[in-house]
């Protein structure tokens, strides 16, 4: 009913609208696509409903000037449809309330509004969702798989699927173990009453299947005269929908619309999994993987990197990089959340053709990553080789493969990951929650939750760390086990002068059997030149030997690391050595019973990716801002406006640090900070006093220029 060409500007613009500005849309206007979608897909071009729909798009594209990205999606989009929606001379505006947000509302619920859910429910329902991530740490892997698998099923509309009521009754027998979480308790419960509410469960389903099949077998299914009922609405619809054909193939051509060719028919925006149209806030059509298309904009370049929008640009890197393109010294940023569909992803990257690029995931994430076969170096990214990934999650990850693997790589060497978080599971040999094999690279203010587990070497963090890498300012929630050795809450095993340094490992437990080398809190086992240093562990993880409890070898430099609390308060996450892992507030967010997190805005912030080169050799006594470095001692503060800086000043400075020092120019003249970080930072210095928007005619020429040597170092 719509040709081949419009079907291909309909996606493009569907999906730009989807993913330029899902954030921007109101709850009316994403009815209103809804609505057209529905009425293009099933050429229904008479609805007045669907008019009324295209009007009030038209009459709030000014709205969208400051996006204008989306605003040309919208246009592409208005056009289109009208193509094929007549006009009329007076089209009525009506006020439509927002579309189901994820899921649909069964038959069996009550009075709902446009899709069949509730405005409130739709509130409740994201409500619920936002506070059980935000205390997701406190799950248990089972309690976490149930979560994400109820929230996959809504987001595909799958109210029947038989997995439902299992999981429901996971999450309900939970409830009393959080008794100690009240909030995450109240959230939980919320959502199971939601999920209830909505889900066929399996006794729903049987007793729905007893009562037709009931219904077949009896006489009020025949007439009077012995004929069957349903033979009867059988013949009948035949016949109706004979002459409805018959009426459409005549007018067709008439008015312009042309029937594709059998061989290109297409369905656009079904749930292979449930048949239901796929046109909500997070995700208009159901992602192809398979499909690749080019990327939106840029030329790879560091100031104009390629921009990714879905997973069919995805898509088109990992066929890059599998046919011999490296993409070295090239540049990606990843533009919006991308839900992967396939069954099993294909890694960028590997080891006869590795991914050297750059890739900022912008504090956007890839969800539901499946991975099960017996390759090596599986991943999101297969085999890294001189590339960096940074500011990126991987969500709901389930990863099994053979030697290497991890949610962000399975292998990488001599590069960087750098403000990466991963949940999920991962089994295999030498597997980290965020890489497997970590090769003369740097992991940096990365965390982990979720499971792993396979045969040797497996850690929350990297499973092997070896020739000069480096792990620092990470953590890790996960259960660790495995059937053979060098088994770690944050590493597996370290060696080859590789060090895991400023780590606090979290881990519930880490249990191995049959292991004849090595189980520790923090590190298996360690050897040829590695090190640990300044490392702390939960003081309730349980370590088992082939189910026999461990003997600690306590310390920060040792395997065991230092007792800390289960969850730590927020102000020994910020104590710098030797009394904690002194961590910076301007990267991380701590929050008294919360597990820190890095807030999107630091991820999404458009980083420098040169710096990453001074990343990876930097001392770990300078990858955290630390109060102690702008004392007077060390010259720092007070000659920022009497001498110009000079090269070995700023050596071994990290980009957190740089940017303190910079901005200390401005605090010093009364600068009020826009930034909530900067506010929250200087605030706590007694000579800092805001008072102006505007310093810059206040500052010296020594402190123009050292404000610009600084920047340039960033």
């Known amino acids: 009913m719509v040709s081949n060409s419009d079907l291909e500007k309909w996606q493009t613009a569907t999906n730009g609208i989807n993913e330029s500005g899902q954030k921007d849309l109101t709850g009316e206007e994403w009815s209103a696509l809804v609505t057209l979608n529905g009425s293009l897909q099933n050429g229904n071009f008479e609805s007045d409903e669907s008019r009324n729909a295209l009007t009030l798009l038209k009459n709030n594209l000014r709205r969208h000037d400051n996006n204008q ?10 056009a289109l449809c009208e193509q094929y929606f007549p006009n009329k001379n007076e089209m009525v505006q009506q006020q439509v309330p927002p579309p189901p947000s994820s899921f649909k509302m069964n038959s069996q619920s009550q009075p709902a ?5 509730p405005n409130e429910d739709i509130a409740n329902w994201q409500k619920a969702v936002q506070g059980i991530e935000s205390g997701q740490n406190n799950l248990s ?3 976490l798989s149930a979560f994400n698998l109820l929230k996959r099923l809504v987001d595909i509309g799958n109210f029947r699927s038989i997995e439902s009521g299992v999981n429901i009754r996971i999450l309900k027998d939970a409830l009393p173990r959080h008794s100690t979480h009240r909030l995450l308790q109240i959230h939980l419960k919320n959502f199971i009453s939601l999920c209830e509410k909505y889900f066929q469960t399996n006794e729903q389903t049987i007793s729905l299947k007893t009562r037709q099949s009931s219904v077949t077998t009896k006489d009020t299914n025949k007439t009077k005269g012995g004929v069957n009922k349903t033979l009867i609405l059988i013949i009948a619809v035949m016949v109706a929908g004979f002459f ?4 459409w193939n005549s007018i067709k051509d008439v008015i312009g619309i042309k029937s594709p060719e059998p061989d290109s028919t297409r369905t656009i925006g079904l749930s292979n999994e449930s048949n239901q149209i796929m046109f909500n806030r997070n995700q208009i059509f159901s992602n192809d993987i398979m499909a690749a298309e080019n990327f939106e904009s840029g030329d790879g370049t560091q100031n104009t990197p390629y921009l990714i929008y879905n997973s069919r640009q995805l898509k088109k890197l990992v066929n890059d990089v599998s046919n011999g393109n490296g993409y070295a010294n090239t540049y990606f940023k990843l533009m919006t959340d991308i ?22 995931g912008a504090g956007c994430k890839i969800v539901g990553l499946r991975i099960n076969n017996s390759s090596g170096d599986v991943g ?10 940074r500011n990126l999650g991987v969500v709901n990850a389930n990863i099994k493969g053979n030697a290497g693997v991890g949610g962000v790589a399975g292998l990488i060497c001599n590069g960087s990951i750098i403000n990466c978080y991963v949940t999920g599971m991962f089994n295999g040999t030498a597997v980290g929650g965020v890489a497997g094999n970590v090769n003369n690279s740097v992991i940096i203010n990365c965390y982990s939750t979720g499971s792993v587990s396979g045969t040797s070497m497996q850690g929350g963090i990297g499973g092997s760390i070896y020739l000069g890498s480096k792990v620092t300012n990470c953590y890790t929630t996960d259960t660790v086990r495995g059937i053979g050795g060098s088994i770690g809450g944050i590493a597996g095993m370290v060696r080859d002068n590789g060090r895991v340094i400023n780590c606090v490992a979290l881990n519930p437990s880490v249990n191995g059997s049959n292991s004849p080398i090595g189980i520790g809190r923090v590190a298996g086992y360690i050897f040829m030149g590695g090190s640990l240093l300044n490392n702390w562990a939960n003081c309730n993880m349980t370590v088992t030997v082939n189910s026999t409890s461990k003997t600690f070898v306590k310390g920060k430099s040792e395997m065991d690391g230092e007792d800390c609390a289960t969850i730590p308060v927020v102000s020994w996450w910020t104590t710098a050595f030797p009394n904690g892992p002194g961590w ?3 990267i991380w967010y701590f929050a008294n019973g919360l597990l820190p997190t890095i807030p999107k805005a630091i991820l999404s912030d458009n980083t420098n990716e040169s710096s990453v080169k001074n990343e990876q050799n930097q001392p770990i006594e300078q990858t955290h801002v630390n109060t102690t470095i702008y004392s007077s001692a060390n010259n720092l503060s007070s000659a920022l406006s009497t001498r110009l800086l000079a090269e070995d000043d700023l050596r071994g400075m990290s980009k957190p640090e740089l940017r303190i020092l910079r901005n200390e120019i401005y605090a010093r003249h009364g600068y009020i900070f ?12 007694d000579w800092y006093h805001p008072q102006y928007n505007d310093v810059s005619s206040l500052l010296n020429t020594i402190e123009k220029k050292n404000v610009a040597f600084i920047q340039r170092h960033e």
């Open 69 to 78: 990205i989306l605003q040309m999606h919208l246009q592409s989009f208005i």
């Open 141 to 143: 892997s089972e309690e």
């Open 339 to 360: 839900q992967v569909t396939t069954d099993e992803w294909i890694p960028i990257g590997s080891n006869s053709s590795p991914f050297h690029g750059n890739f900022n």
């Open 674 to 685: 826009k930034s909530q970080d900067l506010r929250d930072y200087f605030s706590a210095k």
């Open 380 to 389: 999101l990214f297969g085999f890294i080789e001189g590339g960096t990934v």
């Open 113 to 117: 509004t446009y899709g069949g859910i």
């Open 584 to 586: 910076s507030s301007t």
């Open 244 to 247: 409805v054909y018959t009426y």
